[in-house]
């Protein structure tokens, strides 16, 4: 299939909406609090975001946690495994859990769970992008970045089948018919 890729969020609309979100969390966080940000789709993200909090005044541990699903390479396909664990000791701390896109819901709501589990105290989640229209889990962001439609984006971190995570901003894919 082909397909182009337009323009949708800019850098600077970017930059924006990761202030914002830094200012929202930082009213929610203590002071050093543990971010955990989901490989692959939100390393731009967190790494953007962990700069923005630091403007407001956070000092977090920071941490990753790598998942595997086996979905069509367009969602999360909702059999969702840890394949990498975070290590920092989560008992009894705040955790900010930090993802590109929330969809279906199925993976925030199996990795808030998860991080329960291991004893955070709290899970504060926030997303850059919010397909709400995909909602299928009975769960939803406490800080969002952008409200989008039902439409598959890419860069600033996100993939196509592992292509095109280096844009600097977001772009919607658009398919163009056959080869
Ligand atoms: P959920 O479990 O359905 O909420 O899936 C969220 C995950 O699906 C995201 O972290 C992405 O990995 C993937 N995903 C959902 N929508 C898109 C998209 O438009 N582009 C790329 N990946 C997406
Ligand atoms: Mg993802």
């Not at 929202?24 to 203590?30: G, I, P, R, T, Y």
């Not at 790494?47 to 086996?70: C, I, M, N």
């Not at 890419?154 to 292509?163: F, L, S």
């Amino acid at each position: 299939m082909n397909y182009q890729v337009d323009p949708l969020i800019s850098q600077e609309k970017l930059a924006q909406a990761i202030d914002r979100l830094a200012g929202e969390a930082a009213a929610l966080l203590e002071p050093e609090p543990v971010v955990i940000g989901l490989f692959k789709g939100a390393f731009i993200f967190t790494a953007d975001l962990v700069r923005a909090l630091s403007r407001h005044g956070v000092e977090p541990r920071l941490d990753f946690l790598v998942l595997s699903s086996y979905g069509s390479g367009m969602d999360s396909g909702g059999n969702i495994k840890v394949l990498l664990d975070c290590r920092e000791e989560l008992t009894g701390r705040q955790v900010l859990l930090v993802d590109d896109i929330l969809d279906s819901g199925n993976t925030l709501s199996f990795t808030v769970d998860h991080l329960l589990n291991k004893g955070a105290s709290q899970v504060i989640t926030c997303v850059l992008l919010d397909k709400p229209q995909r909602r299928t889990a009975h769960f939803e962001a406490d800080l969002v970045g952008f409200t989008i439609p039902n439409t598959f984006v890419v860069g600033y971190g996100i993939d196509y089948a592992e292509r095109h995570r280096e844009l600097p901003f977001v772009g919607m894919v658009r398919f163009t018919g056959e080869d």
